[in-house]
């Protein structure tokens, strides 16, 4: 549809599409009109009756262009009341037309990405022509959608750019040729590529409004011109063409307004189609005036504290006067400043600034806990720091202890094995952004203790040496304390306690001469890990002697002897006699009166044996005393049962002459 042909045309005009290229075109900036040269045709949102609700054009970031400044700008996004007013255009027409002198039109220009909205302005009605920065910041990687749309019944011609390397892309578009530039304008460039041989390409234009008011072609690769059909009014043209090996390349699609026109601007659409289904051509740019400024320019920063751009991280506007940041996740933001411009600081997610040129900067650090690793040698109840341990997290070797700044998260810590010790592999560290977590290696210790007694066989109260060693292969130094407990009949005048200090290559011994005067077992124990072990000593004892005795038609009766070696001495009474312990056990059948028991000691020494008190025991019912007659033990009366007799035997005699052969009789 077609605007107001000429001052005396009628009111009841026709709606244009839109398409894009490049011209030459005045600019109204509150006093004479400015020249621009390699401008765009101006894009077109149409705000009632156009088969297009809303205009939408694609923005690709690719991850290595994230965080490059967008720089999207937009020319006359506002309606200009002054541009075509009761019937006339006025100095400087860009296209802005309404049709009913008392509507309001307003148009909302919405930036969008993969986490939602990340700008949105809205324009109403003024009487000029004016530059505005939409998005000047960076993106992260992903696709951008940027919606134009329109209220009122009229049209908003409008000129939109981006900074290389972006590109603005579309498959249906609207642009606002004018009767003004009469030249070959540039309305897209689309790319074809080679796996697009053999495929369909479909060029649709609607509207134009016949042959008389504007031709439309393309330039193939290699400069050929292919002319396309100009659309009828409110009709739709499709020019069809299958792609061949010398087309691949860009194709370039012009218009061209014809002397013909009977109208001032004409709304036109273009649509792009590969077999029948929507596909992207590239449209948009324009340069501004030389000296003019962009009106309403919002530049802002999204840093760390170091003032390094944060990767991913871009803004929101909200209507004409917030700004909040868009972190990556676990970033925390830390300050916001207005570095020029006029506005307010509510928080370090908020800015409300005043429209104008304004530069702000958000401050964010990205998420960072610390991880604290130490190790500690478990032995016994001990846990023993251990410095300089090396170990392994997120890629590094550190030593212990150690606190590693790191980004929220998990993370597996990879001990270093130490001789002498076992560890099981520790949890993995936790990272809480703001905050320590910690690991504790854990090395068991091992540690062992040996016990010698040599000699291990010796005649009875002769001496033995015990030596108790611990010994490690941890190579880091480990407290102790050896002891030896000695059994009954075991003594010695030298420590049996000695602390210090063992690790790989250092043992921790203790020495001790013991007299041994009965077989048994020393220990050897390790504190404070309580580990112990023993020691053998055996005495070579006197042995001992018995004797039976039967009566035909009578009783029977056993007496067993046995000698051993015994702790107590007889020094200071015998002259140094040894100590010898004799059992004696009866074992009787009947009821006997006036027992006798043979024991003789030994004889053939100077020094006379001596036998010490005489300890008895027997069935409860029986009165046993013995009475001592020389060589003899004497019992009045004994009942059926077993009796055994313990004392102590002092002489020199050498152990093999210690036992003397017993009797019994009755």
């Known amino acids: 549809m077609n605007t107001l042909p000429s001052p005396s045309r009628p009111l009841n005009v026709r709606r244009a599409a839109v398409a894009t290229a490049f011209l030459t075109f005045a600019v109204l900036l509150g006093g004479p009109a400015l020249a621009q040269t390699g401008g765009i045709l101006p894009l077109v949102s149409v705000g009632e009756k156009w088969p297009q609700a809303q205009e939408t054009y694609i923005i690709r970031v690719s991850a290595q262009d994230a965080g490059k400044s967008l720089g999207l700008e937009v020319y006359s996004p506002t309606f200009n009341l002054a541009d075509y007013v009761d019937g006339r255009r006025g100095v400087g027409y860009f296209g802005d037309e309404l049709y009913k002198r008392i509507d309001v039109f307003e148009g909302v220009f919405s930036l969008s990405g993969p986490n939602g909205l990340v700008a949105e302005r809205r324009y109403g009605m003024n009487r000029e022509h004016t530059w505005d920065s939409l998005y000047a910041g960076g993106l992260a990687a992903g696709t951008y959608t940027l919606k134009v749309s329109s209220r009122g019944d009229g049209k908003n ?133 030389e000296n003019i400024k962009i009106a309403n320019q919002l530049l802002v920063d999204v840093v760390d504290p170091q003032g390094r751009p944060i990767p991913g991280a871009s803004y929101v506007q909200i209507g004409d006067s917030t700004v909040r940041p ?8 830390v300050s916001s400043t207005i570095l020029e411009g006029t506005g307010n600081v509510v928080s370090p997610t908020e800015i409300r600034y005043q429209p104008g040129y304004n530069k702000l900067r958000f401050v964010a650090r990205p998420p960072e806990g610390q991880l604290n690793v130490d190790a500690v040698a478990i032995y016994g109840s001990q846990r023993i720091p251990l410095n300089g341990i090396p170990f392994e997290v997120a890629g590094r070797t550190l030593t212990t202890p150690n606190t590693v700044p790191l980004a929220p998260g998990d993370y597996p810590i990879k001990p270093t094995p130490i001789p002498g010790s076992t560890f099981t592999p520790p949890l993995a560290g936790r990272v809480v952004d703001g905050s320590t977590g910690r690991v504790t290696i854990e090395y068991l210790v091992k540690t062992e203790i040996t016990l010698i007694t040599a000699p291990d066989i010796l005649n009875a109260c002769d001496v033995t040496q015990l030596t108790a060693t611990a010994k490690t292969e941890f190579p880091y130094r480990l407290p102790a304390r050896l002891k030896l407990n000695l059994p009954a009949g075991w003594t010695s005048d030298y420590p049996l306690e000695l602390p210090g200090d063992f690790s790989a290559g250092q043992p921790l011994r203790l020495k001790a001469p013991v007299r041994v005067c009965r077989s048994d077992t020393a220990e050897a124990i390790l504190d404070p890990i309580d580990l112990r072990t023993t020691g053998v000593a055996r005495v070579r004892n006197p042995g001992g002697a018995n ?120």
Not at 164 to 170: N, Q, R
Not at 262 to 277: C, E, G, H
Not at 590 to 611: Q, Y
Request: aromatic residues 8%; proline residues 8%.
């Open 157 to 289: 011609s409008f000129a939109l750019r981006t900074a290389a390397p972006f590109a603005l892309e579309t498959s249906d578009f609207s642009v606002n040729a004018r009767d003004t530039e009469q030249t070959p304008l540039l309305a897209a460039r689309l790319t074809v590529t080679p796996d697009w041989v053999g495929k369909t390409v479909g060029i649709l234009n609607y509207d134009v409004d016949g042959a008389r008011e504007a031709e439309t072609w393309i330039i193939l690769p290699g400069g050929r011109r292919v002319n396309m059909t100009s659309s009828e009014n409110g009709k739709t043209v499709t020019e069809k063409f299958n792609v061949t090996a010398d087309q691949v390349g860009e194709w370039q699609v012009f218009i061209r307004v014809l002397p013909t026109t009977k109208q001032y601007s004409n709304a036109i659409r273009y649509s792009f189609r590969l077999n029948d289904q929507p596909v992207t051509a590239r449209v948009g740019g324009f340069t501004p005036p």
């Open 547 to 666: 004797v039976t005795r039967n009566v035909q038609g009578g009783a029977r009766a056993s007496l067993a002897k046995t000698v051993e070696a015994s702790a107590q001495s007889a020094a200071g009474t015998t002259g140094g006699a040894a100590g010898y312990t004799v059992t004696l056990v009866l074992t009787v059948d009947s009821t006997l009166e006036n027992v006798r028991i043979g024991d003789p000691l030994p004889t053939g020494s100077g020094t006379p044996a001596v036998r010490g008190p005489i300890a008895v025991q027997g069935p409860s019912l029986a009165n046993v005393n013995p009475r001592v007659e020389g060589d003899n033990l004497i019992l009045t009366r004994v009942i059926p049962g077993t009796y055994t007799f313990t004392y102590t035997l002092f002489t020199d005699q050498p152990a093999d002459r210690v036992v003397t052969a017993p009797d019994i009789g009755w």
């Open 326 to 333: 868009q972190l990556p996740p676990g970033y925390v933001p």
